[in-house]
């Protein structure tokens, strides 16, 4: 496996019994402090992200949302507006 060099520092300020936790933590993972807390914040990470940027609908909104998107609206007089400013802009 690659090794990754890792170039960037991340600080931060925990109580006594914090410290201890996670290097108890990290010992019964068999892990140094550093790889067990890089690799839960990175999960943690992934999980927030993804939690933020997935859409869930229920029900009647994901009818509604899925057939927004099988069968759009014709453009209103506005997006028609748009559209025209845009193209006069050459954007």
């Not at 068999?30 to 859409?55: H, R, Y």
């Amino acid at each position: 496996m690659a090794s990754v060099q890792r170039a960037e520092r991340l600080e931060v300020r925990i109580t006594s019994a914090q410290k201890r936790l996670i290097e108890r933590a990290a010992e019964l993972r068999g892990t140094s402090v550093t790889d067990f807390v890089v690799s839960n914040i990175q999960v943690a990470a992934v999980e927030t992200v993804k939690e933020f940027e997935s859409l869930f609908l229920r029900d009647e909104a994901r009818e509604i949302f899925v057939k927004a998107l099988l069968n759009p609206p014709e453009p209103n007089e506005a997006l028609k507006a748009a559209t025209a400013r845009h193209k006069q802009m050459g954007l």
